[in-house]
């Protein structure tokens, strides 16, 4: 299974991006999917998630400038970051709660992270 996150890049204040993450490889189900931020120097930190019904968990750092959504079909997770901050320059990095098949316990995977940098 693999996570491929692109997207990102430099912007300025102002400004928007929209992240994308799609996961491959052989997939039963895919729960939880989800974008995480690491700013240098800074823990790695939740910016939004969304369940496989469409139920959305935003940090109160990012609402209403950001929109997280999924395409369950493709199996892929999007970040539409509008407003964009100096604060919100980091390393994005998507991830999936998912099962590889039937009898697999559920299990959290990484994409490589995107890196997102907003110039003031």
């Known amino acids: 299974v693999q996570l491929q996150a692109s997207g990102g890049g430099l912007v300025q204040a102002g400004g928007s991006l929209r992240l994308s993450c799609a996961a491959s490889?052989?997939?039963?189900?895919?729960?939880?999917m989800g974008w995480y931020r690491q700013a240098p120097g800074k823990r790695r930190e939740l910016v939004a998630s969304?369940?496989?019904?469409?139920?959305?968990n935003l940090s109160d750092s990012v609402k209403g400038r950001f929109i997280i959504s999924r395409d369950n079909a493709k199996k892929s997770v999007y970040l539409q970051m509008n407003s964009l901050q100096s604060e919100d320059t980091a390393v994005y990095y998507c991830n999936a709660d998912l099962r590889r098949n039937r009898y697999d316990r559920m299990s959290t995977y990484w994409g490589q992270g995107t890196e997102v940098t907003v110039s003031s």
């Open positions: 969304i369940t496989s019904s469409g139920r959305e």
């Open positions: 490889g052989i997939i039963y189900s895919i729960n939880v």
